[in-house]
């Protein structure tokens, strides 16, 4: 069973930094691709931005040049730093990974639950 947990969100002001993990655990030989994808209240889920394991990446237009997304092999973690957040940053950021993992089926794709992020003053 493969399952992901986010944290490090909470509340922080306009122009501060948050770094989210997303913590993939189960008997996973890989992350094949990844990404993050928010949610503001009223909102439809949006693409924050998408990686595969070959490096490339496709950021949001909203986001690029502030957040960056990167991967620890060791620990299956996968991390979004935010930089420079604005108030229209606010939302539940959901990570989601497609795995080669023992039992499943290659390339199959798992979500976590979600974790808000709230940028204000």
């Known amino acids: 069973q493969v399952q992901l947990v986010e944290s490090g969100g909470g509340l922080v002001q306009p122009g501060g930094s948050l770094r989210l993990a997303c913590a993939v655990s189960?008997?996973?030989?890989?992350?094949?691709?990844m990404g993050w994808h928010r949610q503001a209240p009223g909102k439809q889920r949006e693409l924050v931005v998408a990686?595969?394991?070959?490096?490339?990446?496709n950021y949001a237009d909203s986001v690029k040049g502030r957040f960056t997304i990167s991967k620890d092999n060791a620990t299956n973690t996968v991390y979004l730093q935010m930089n420079s957040l604005k108030p229209e940053d606010t939302a539940v950021y959901y990570c989601?990974?497609?795995?080669?993992?023992?039992?499943?089926?290659?390339?199959?794709?798992?979500w976590g639950k979600g974790i808000l992020v709230t940028v204000s003053s």
């Open positions: 189960g008997s996973i030989f890989s992350i094949l691709a």
């Open positions: 990686a595969t394991s070959g490096g490339s990446t």
């Open positions: 989601n990974v497609k795995v080669e993992a023992m039992g499943v089926t290659y390339g199959m794709e798992y």
